[in-house]
């Protein structure tokens, strides 16, 4: 590669995507859907005019001409900005609520110039005390930190930081939003406000199809037994209509009368206007006759279908099946339900979680019955219950105990709310320790940016008003010890919770940034993605790799994949290439090494190949497996075979996704990404733990279907040949494969296996 040429993103994925947005704004059914997408076709039109005159550079990490890198840019899919600020647009109500309250102009300027003055900072003072405000973006907490620079007599800093931030101040947002309490306990977390889960349930609509059929149930198919009862009547050996019982015509007068009154209450079920429908025949010919016409010939006919079908009206296998019928209409909808759970989350804070579920999801109460024709004392259904529990706001162990927390992605969303209290923890002033939890929590909402040529991510102690206040923060000591505390529980958080994924990338940024707190020197590497893979890996991969190898060389993980940890030792880091576009440091030995092992053949397409060499680098660094172990120090309570155990059955389960799959891709990665977490956790035990369970794995492989058994037998076929000594490499077990989950040309595992 030119060391003089820097790789940019290509502007046709930005066009394709606007060309996506403009389909869907223009032809999707449902209005709100197509509003979302007017306003992503807006944001791609932003990114493809600022690739196109140079005011967008896609893949920096300071991707809008004139903003720096601490500005939060406003990204879109893929991690394309599109030119504006996220803190930037027109003022907010809060702005200008605070502008009247100020009496002055409707102007961000202005309103920072007032919060600079004697009256605004004693505003800002108020807030600082209370804790009463939220911020939403980074840049709201620019001002707060201004006021508390200057309650602390630190004139200098605030100086340097307003000269800083003074540019910007009339088109970011740097005025918190207040709020109505402060905030709650910053060690708890939880997925949804108790507001977003009221709305997220406030949407369930009645289903037209359940209302219908609950309508049939409880109101036609009694009139069509009534019907059916009343020509009954007429019967005289079979036939239907021969004899007319007094006060018959009176009587069906009223049942007709009574159609008319029923078909206004209750429009939502039409079968019973259906004219071929037996019903229907019923009452037809019930008008026919009382006006004296000519009755239907099909009269009879639905007489006795009806009759056949259901038995006769009265009869005991007639009334059960009605009194069945009558129980499932008188059962409470799934709307009705949602509005018993809403009037329960109606008395709780909206804009946090709640300490405890348990009232929210208790059966229905009495009153709540008599309201809703529900029965006391019955449960309320599991999918309701499920979103509710979103809400629960509970240590994040507590959470993914009781599985609130169901995947990897989902706890690397609550994290931030971790670290931020962490990260507060080293700040000895209480107000400043609120206000950098909440910048923090705001930073993590800071979406990705696209990078390449091995540039990083902004960091929280990058933005300006953070480092003004860094003279404040203690390091070391026990600020420390509560991060590398924090960092062990969540390592053991992961694995144990989630031994068959493997960590994504916000999990693992939060990772590094305890890591940092804990002044530990720990090289943790994100997942790269491969279809921008530039070709070479950052310096930190190859001394994770060393890192690896402490603490597997010689193991069952490097026997399996044919890893020499002693050469990965060895390795030169290539400290000196330090290309002049590139802010971080390439190492040539590490990249040569993915390569050869990658062993990539002469043709296939270039995102397999990409990912072929990615994968290696995942196997030689074990994806910072070995780092939790050494040195963070994690110990799973279950331990490593349990933990080897419960990482095979996500393999198992992920390989049995991959029969009748047409693209079955990253199911496969997936796969063989969950067996190398299996095999570094085997290679944690001892000998004995290692017999032991791969004979469990090969038990649960034998009671799989047929295509599982086929597709692992020759995985579990070379743990196996390993596990006695054997290599992969050499040819002496014919039967056996290394999985691997890229592989050009067709992954072997996709091909249906035959018996």
Partial sequence: MNDDVQVQANPAYAAGQMAKAFVTAGVHEDEATRRRAEKRLRQWEKVVAGMADGGLTIGSRTPVQGLPAWVTPEVVRGGFATGDAAAGGPLEEYELRAARRAEIDPDRRELFRYHLSDVGLADLYALLDSGCYEILVPEEAALLVVAWLVRAGDRAFALELLATIGPFTDRLRMLPRPAAAPPGDASLAYRETVGQVAARIGVRSPKPAIEAMNEALAVWNPFADELLAHWLETVEDGRVGVVEPDDWRRRGTELLARHRRLAAEHPLCGKHRDPKGNPAILRTALEDTLKGRRRSGLLQHAVDAMVAKRGLPGSPEHAELRRVQAEVAARPTHHALAQIMLARLSGLPQDTGTPSIEPLIKPITEDEARRTGAVPGAPLPEPLRAIVSNALQAPIGTLVERGVVPSAEVLAELVPQLVASTT?????????????????????????????????????????????????????GASADDARTALTRLGELTIQGFPGTIMPNPLIREMAVLVRQAGMDVPLVEELAADIFMGTFSDKFAKAARLAADVLEGSLYERYYGVDFAAVRALDDGRANLRRFRPAVSSEGFDALCLRRAALPPDGGWVVRNGMVIEQAQILTTHNLAALVHPIGVDPSPGWDDLARRAFTATRSLVAKVHNNPSPRSTIKDAAYAWRQTLFFLSLCGLKEQIGVTAWIQDELDRQPDHVVDRLDPVVTGLRHVLVGGSLDDGSAPTARRFLGWQANGHWMRETPSR
């Fill in 424 to 476: 507060a923890l080293s700040y000895q002033d209480e107000a400043l320790r609120t206000l950098m939890a909440s910048a923090y929590r705001a930073f993590r909402n800071r979406r990705s940016l696209l990078l390449l040529n091995l540039e990083s991510q902004v960091r929280f102690e990058e933005l300006p008003w953070v480092q003004a206040v860094s003279a404040y923060r203690r390091r070391g």
